[in-house]
């Protein structure tokens, strides 16, 4: 067709994972490549959360690349927890070093990709009227990406700035005697109400649900573990792919409740010193996110924290969570102390929700705020939000969204069953883990596929829909025993409205994830159908 372009692998996305697919398709298996970014540069979520406080909060020696040693001796990172600018440094840096931009087009969104069952390849379209077809595709849009912005009435009345964290302006945001509200309190709402803070005039956080937070412990990077990590790389590569949450720790075998209450206490002492909230809860003890008593005995601890720290007692009573802690594990230095500045209000929207925005501000069900400026720390439409954003056709011409409608459903969180040879990073049903070395780990994992597919010329691979079925059960299996999926979070759907709450995760640990899907690289892919390429391009 004239005016399309021929390719055999498009890629969506240059985040953490994207990038990595590029590098690994192109210059790796020598195929040709086009990928697609909607920004104008790359990064992904670190491209598009620029705001005030935005940090990793995974220590930085698992919240990088781990598949080429060189870049990883090279890299200097100033801090355990990097900043948004300096993860954003390091990924330009990568798109650099491996001379990825010339085979990225910015600025451009693909807004539709269909299966044609006769040429056994994908057509792509894209937001500036680009036609390309591709063998293969892989996505790789981004777990938390699709921005939840809650429908409040009259937004379009509120005469002040209105910002959303994943989508902060480029430019500085300057809030210096300023009325601030921030709606939402989670990982970005803790950020940035901290940040925020000490330069506005007055701060009103908008709570909904209380939130459990550990201290982060910030600091400068300690040399002496990443040069430990750098003379052992192979191993400690290979224990972060092993481990359950793939944060670069040692998780803990130890269930809580079989230690004496004095031991427990300790170790918990010891976690909280030691900071970070999947640290806490993963490597204190091994069943904090399966057990309740194991969970409540955390919960106990980090209530008395929380207690030792905010002064005002109605302020402790609004802040202080009632159910299990299994939203995905919070931290964050000075996160509750800041509820004790006297320009610093919580506000309980659980109690009296928010109706409306007004000209002035935020009108709750007993209030109005009258605020300068409004910051929606609201989250996003986690996990499947951003593939279902794209219209995509199938076998059949059944679209993603027809066959996701009650609920995402995938083999290995990386296919799915009647769209051959379409790829997905880090997609539902995928393990819960920290993320960079996973999307490495994943998009080795598709290269192999796509080289089997290639070197016994069998056109297509995709997964058999029985197969599927077993898949997600087994997911489910998993999930329903774990605590995550009793607690209303991203992680199981709860926080969209209209969005099926279900499982979203293979909660099995990395380990196992290695073990058993890894495995079907060399037992020639079991339980996945192949397909003769009917005409090639
Ligand atoms: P989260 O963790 O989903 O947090 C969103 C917050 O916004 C949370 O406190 C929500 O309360 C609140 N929220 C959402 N909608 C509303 C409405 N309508 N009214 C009041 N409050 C609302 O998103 P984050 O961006 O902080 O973090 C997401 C992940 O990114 C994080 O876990 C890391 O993995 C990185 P709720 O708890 O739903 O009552």
Not at 164 to 192: F, M
Not at 199 to 226: I, W
Not at 440 to 463: C, S
Request: charged share 25%; proline share 5%.
């Amino acid at each position: 067709m004239p005016g399309v372009v021929d390719v055999d692998v498009v890629v969506i996305g240059t985040g953490f994972g994207g990038l990595y697919a590029l590098r690994k398709m192109r210059d790796e298996l020598g195929l040709t490549v086009q990928s697609f970014d909607d920004a104008d540069g790359v990064g992904g979520t670190w491209y598009w959360n620029r705001y005030p406080g935005a940090r990793s909060d995974t220590e930085v020696n698992a919240y990088c690349y781990l598949s080429d040693k060189t870049l990883f001796e090279e890299w200097k990172w100033s801090e355990r927890y990097p900043r948004q600018k300096e993860i954003l440094a390091y990924l330009n840096h990568v798109a650099d070093r491996y001379d990825l931009r010339r085979s990225i087009q910015f600025g451009t969104r693909v807004t539709k990709t269909a299966f044609n069952e006769e040429t056994g390849r994908w057509e792509i379209e894209t937001s500036k009227g680009d036609q390309y077809t591709a063998q293969f595709l892989i996505e790789g849009v981004g777990l938390l990406s699709s921005t939840n912005y809650p429908n409040f009435p009259g937004e379009e009345k509120f005469t002040g700035e209105i910002y959303h964290t994943a989508r902060w302006p480029h430019e500085d945001v300057d809030v210096t005697g300023k009325r601030v509200g921030v709606i939402g309190t989670g990982s970005s709402g803790t950020q940035v109400i901290v940040e925020l803070a000490p330069a506005a005039s007055h701060l009103h956080v908008f709570q909904r649900t209380p939130q459990y937070c550990v201290p982060a412990q910030h600091g400068p990077l300690d040399p002496e573990k990443m040069q430990r990590i750098i003379d052992g790389f192979a191993a400690y590569r290979e224990s972060v792919l092993t481990s359950i949450t793939s944060f670069g720790f040692e998780e803990s075998p130890v269930p809580a409740m079989s230690v004496s209450a004095e031991e427990r206490e300790a170790v918990f002492e010891e976690a909280w010193r030691q900071g970070n909230g999947f640290r806490f809860m993963f490597a204190a003890f091994s069943d904090i996110g399966v057990d309740p008593d194991a969970n409540a005995a955390a919960t106990d601890f980090l209530k008395r924290k929380m207690a030792q720290i905010v002064k005002d007692p109605e302020t402790l009573r609004i802040l202080t969570p009632t159910d299990l802690w299994a939203k995905r594990p919070l931290c964050n230095d000075g996160y509750f102390e800041t509820f004790n500045r006297d320009n610093v209000t919580l506000v309980d929207v659980k109690a009296h929700p928010i109706v409306e925005i007004t000209e002035k501000g935020i009108r709750t069900e007993d209030a109005e705020y009258e605020l300068d400026v409004i910051v929606y720390a609201t989250g996003f439409d986690a996990v499947s939000g951003m593939y279902l954003k794209i219209d995509q056709t199938g076998r059949g011409g059944v679209t993603l969204q027809q066959k996701w409608h009650d609920r995402p459903r995938t083999t290995y969180g990386m296919m799915t069953a009647g769209f051959p040879n379409m790829f997905m990073i880090y997609g539902p049903m995928g393990p819960f883990t920290n993320q960079p070395p996973v999307h490495e780990w994943q998009v080795d994992w598709m290269a192999a596929a796509i080289k089997y597919v290639l070197d016994n010329d069998l056109g297509t691979i995709e997964p058999e829909v029985a197969f599927e079925d077993q898949w997600m059960g087994s997911c489910d299996e998993i999930a329903y025993a774990t605590l995550f999926m009793k607690v209303n979070s991203w992680i199981n759907g709860s926080n969209v409205v209209g969005k099926p709450v279900t499982n979203y995760f293979y909660m099995g640990g990395m380990g196992a994830y290695n073990e058993l899907v890894g495995g079907a690289v060399t037992e020639g892919f079991p339980g996945f159908g192949f397909g003769k390429q009917l005409a090639t391009a």
